[in-house]
């Protein structure tokens, strides 16, 4: 199916709803989603066309959100490694590129009830794992996070997060 810019969607596979704002490429869109103000890209082949009924989708209801067990992943890994990331997430400064990268991930874990995320921030010096530990910190849907780097002698620094 062909979306165009300013076409309502949502997600078959998650409670997301919103608009088309970008066309990245003839398989995948940039969406604005209505509830967290959030641009994501999705492949289309996991959206649905919204029609007349658009305005009903978006009201505030009490649906209970049930998630197909088996298809959720119960960890993920975000590598904010600049040659990792997204090219849309590659931005100057380089930093707040990866950070809205960051940022993207974590809500869509939440979003899909993901329970472990380990993000990889690299060694360097440790900027970035300084911002990603402040972010972390203020975000009440973490329920602790830990620096493995203090057990095991790893190659590459990371820090996990446990959801709530």
Wanted: proline content about 4%.
């Amino acid at each position: 199916m062909k979306f165009k810019v300013g076409d309502k969607v949502c997600c078959k596979n998650t409670s997301l709803k919103g608009e088309v704002v970008k066309l990245l490429d003839s398989r995948h869109v940039v969406i604005l989603d209505d509830e967290t103000g959030m641009e994501m890209d999705y492949s289309i082949h996991t959206l649905i066309l919204v029609e007349a009924s658009y305005e009903e989708l978006t009201a505030k209801t009490s649906v209970k959100k049930e998630i197909p067990t088996g298809t959720v992943p119960k960890h993920i890994t975000i590598d904010l490694h600049t040659e990792k990331l997204p090219k849309n997430y590659r931005t100057t400064p380089v930093l707040q590129g990866q950070l809205d990268y960051l940022d993207y991930k974590l809500a869509l874990a939440l979003q899909q009830g993901v329970r472990t995320v380990t993000v990889v921030h690299g060694k360097g010096n440790g900027v970035l794992k300084n911002e990603v530990t402040k972010r972390v910190r203020s975000m009440p849907q973490v329920k602790r996070f830990y620096d493995p780097e203090n057990i095991l002698s790893l190659k590459d620094s990371k820090l996990i997060l446990e959801l709530k």
